[in-house]
């Protein structure tokens, strides 16, 4: 498969870390810290950066959820209609149909780039189409861009409402993480204030999971 990229677009691979450094700044800024007394520091782009943090070990299980978090938001988005995703062939460019994400066809679309758009092949000698998947450029700036505005109109997370969101946490243990996140925001005694995701991570991390609670 070609690595062309055509231009004023992203590889999937490329949208999903300027995402995970626009979800999860303090966790990528610490790491790039950790970079900064070295030599070869210099100034690099956004993902460029995550590459280097990536670099150094960091705890796995945490880079784990992080790229797990990101990928279902992104797969999300892209469901809904909010974030498209693109291939080409020799017709044009097209749109991956939105109620394919919702399939598990569509699992591991976003990590590998790849869209089957009749399944993958069954056997090795067996051929079938498959196109490389990208994200406009502008549409992932936009939503990015959305989302900082309607974030930055609420005032800061009081440190002593802290507790009350680990409470609320508990509250909503039926509910999957992402599920968690927007159900916290849409609270009465919250809606007014910003949740970042560093801090729903803090009161995530207060409020563990049941060992034998099965995953959604």
Known sequence: MSDFCPDGYLPTADALAE???????????QLEHSLASQPEAREDSGV?????????????????EIGRETVDLV????????LNLYYFDNHGRHTVPRDFLATPQADGL?????YWPFGQPSRM???RPNYSVFVEQLE????LNQETAETDKKRPLPVSMKSSLVEA???LDHLPRDAQFKALQELPEFSSFKITVAAFREAARKSPRDPGRKSR
């Not at 992932?140 to 939503?143: K, P, S, T, Y």
């Open 19 to 29: 995402i995970s450094l626009h979800l999860f700044p303090d966790y990528f800024e």
């Open 75 to 82: 797969r999300k988005l892209s469901h809904q209609g909010e």
């Open 125 to 127: 000698y067996e051929e």
């Open 48 to 64: 460029e950066k995550l590459a280097r943090a990536l670099s150094v070990p960091p705890p796995p299980a945490e880079l784990s």
């Open 169 to 171: 946490l508990r509250k």
């Open 140 to 143: 992932l700036e936009r939503l």
């Open 110 to 114: 976003l990590e590998t780039g790849v």
